[in-house]
């Protein structure tokens, strides 16, 4: 089961994602990645059916591409949170999008923040959240270890806690996680967890 | 389950002399799932007329953005504020406009009208008005709020005195629901000023 976790720390957020793109019981893949890159200096970490995870992100993120185009500074993280939200609930009468996103992002006056929007166009904005079966053991150790104004050290010491639990509780815990960071230098990747390498290419007979 | 209650709200608004006091709970939460604690269910639409919303949160959000869009629009038309009255129609109609395919929220209305007199109101998901002298309440905790407010209610309380008891009744019925509650938000209104309050509940 999918399982996207997310926090605030001292100038930056992480975003937490698994990597694995599975369709009923068949795993296709280990390294898929949720976690979008919207501009230079947001995050997108996406849970949910995979055809609207894929599509809907990417739309996001064309979207902020062009606001930026059109008006020549980009989106603030408040402003793509308002409008993620608004796409999902204009859909939602219509032709539900099923993915639930945590959008993160750093503003140089504001700092990093992190949204919480649920697959029905819920909003909120918060410090700490999770989606997915990983939420109840990710939550769980969030609400115990995390404080405000964390490390990025201290941070990542957290997801690992979170991953753990998650890996050791879950029945069908992914073997594999992608954790992205974004603060004043830029969204980018921080690190892979994986516990199963995904190998491409023939097999050697 | 059924859809108001997957998030869960608890909105109360009672009357007092010449102010009038709403109060919701603050938790944000996905059926069992608490997802947020310091969640904002009462909007201020101007500084005397205050909007709660309670039910579905998607629909509470996207009907907020709706009527300030309308308030705004009649703030430049008719270069006033609107009336608590008016804006409880104007909040009818739209969930009326929806009778087919309706938001799923509950609002509870609160304003200090023409020669500060105050107005409550309540309204159900598709926009049939529920006026009341006293007290009007909303959400998943509402028969508990009916209940505290019934048994602590007394007319033409002052703001201090409203406060309290808002507050208690409040705080003792969301403590029977396991949907809402994590605190409280209180607004006290009087014609010279608006006093916001959080309160601080069993966390559970």
């Known amino acids: 089961m999918e399982c996207v976790f997310g926090l605030v720390g001292d100038g930056f957020a992480l975003v937490v994602a698994d990597s694995s793109a599975v369709h009923s019981i068949l795993v296709h893949k280990s390294n898929e990645d949720k976690i979008m890159v919207l501009d230079s200096h947001k995050l997108l970490g996406a849970s949910g059916e995979g055809g609207d995870r894929a599509q809907f992100t990417e739309y996001i993120q064309k979207n902020v591409a062009l606001y930026q185009f059109r008006n020549g500074i980009p989106l603030t993280t408040a402003a793509a949170a308002n409008f993620t939200r608004g796409e999902l609930a204009t859909a939602l009468r219509k032709n539900p999008y099923a993915v639930n996103i945590l959008l993160a992002g750093y503003d140089k006056d504001i700092g990093p923040s992190l949204y919480y929007i649920d697959y029905i166009a819920s909003l909120h904005k918060i410090e700490k959240g999770a989606f997915g079966y990983g939420s109840y053991f990710s939550l769980a150790m969030m609400d115990r270890h995390y404080h405000s104004g964390m490390t990025v050290e201290e941070a990542v010491d957290l997801v690992d806690k979170c991953i753990m639990e998650i890996r050791s509780r879950l029945v069908v815990a992914p073997p594999n996680f992608v954790i992205k960071i974004v603060d004043k230098d830029g969204a980018r990747e921080y690190a892979w967890r994986e516990s199963i390498k995904d190998t491409t290419g023939a097999p050697t007979s | ?204």
Not at chain 2, 143 to 158: N, Q, R, T, V
């Open chain 2, 1 to 204: 389950m059924s859809i108001f209650e997957y998030n869960g709200s608890a909105l109360i608004a009672m009357v007092g002399k010449n102010c009038f006091a709403i109060a919701s709970d603050r938790r944000f939460g996905v059926q069992l799932q608490t997802v947020a604690t310091d969640f904002q269910k009462i909007y201020r639409i101007h500084d005397r007329v205050f909007l709660g919303l309670s039910g579905l949160a998607t629909d509470a959000q996207t009907l907020y953005q709706r009527l300030v869009f309308r308030h705004k629009l009649y703030q430049l038309r008719e270069e006033r504020d609107m009336k608590p009255e008016t804006f409880a129609s104007l909040v009818s109609a739209l969930l009326y406009e929806k009778r087919f395919g309706p938001y799923f929220c509950q609002p509870v209305i609160a304003g200090l009208g023409d020669e500060d007199k105050p107005f409550i109101c309540t309204m159900d998901s598709i926009g049939a008005k529920e006026l009341a002298k006293d007290f009007v309440v909303a959400g998943t905790a509402s028969e508990s709020l009916y209940g505290a407010c019934e048994a602590m209610f007394k007319p033409d309380m002052e703001p201090e005195e409203l406060f309290e008891i808002i507050s208690q009744a409040l705080l003792s019925s969301v403590d029977r629901d396991c949907l809402s509650g994590w605190g409280g938000h209180v607004y006290v209104v009087t014609p010279t000023e608006v006093k916001e309050r959080i309160l601080k509940g069993r966390m559970d």
